[in-house]
Nanobody, 123 residues
Framework: QVQLVESGGGLVQPGGSLRLTCAAS????????IGWFRQAPGKEREGVSC???????TYVDSVKGRFTVSRDIAKKAVYLQMNSLQLDDTAVYYC?????????????????WGQGTQVTVSS
């Protein structure tokens, strides 16, 4: 059974850092792209980053230079290192799987969504 579980969220001050983890089970990461998404209160879900099955990362402009996606195939984990966090990064963060990253901005075609982890940036 394909399953993704997010962890690592929390409360952080502006300018701080957090590292989110997406733990995968039921498949190997070199056969799936993993996308990171977020949904803030009252807003639509948006994709923020994706890492292809070949380990190639991609980011939306709003997080480029601040967020880094990586993976450890042996540990079956994908990470989202978030630095220089801003107030508008506050959201529930999710990971999900697809065969490729082409649609990660909208999330179309992604499946096996995790339950999400809350990230709150506040002073």
């Amino acid at each position: 059974q394909v399953q993704l579980v997010e962890s690592g969220g929390g409360l952080v001050q502006p300018g701080g850092s957090l590292r989110l983890t997406c733990a995968a089970s039921g498949f190997t990461l070199d056969y799936r792209a993993i996308g990171w998404f977020r949904q803030a209160p009252g807003k639509e879900r948006e994709g923020v980053s994706c890492i292809t099955r070949y380990g190639v990362p991609t980011y939306v402009d709003s997080v480029k230079g601040r967020f880094t996606v990586s993976r450890d195939i042996a540990k079956k984990a994908v990470y989202l290192q978030m630095n220089s966090l801003q107030l508008d990064d506050t959201a529930v963060y999710y990971c999900a799987a697809h065969s490729m990253c082409l649609t990660y901005v909208s999330g179309g075609g992604f499946s096996s969504w995790g339950q999400g982890t809350q990230v709150t940036v506040s002073s």
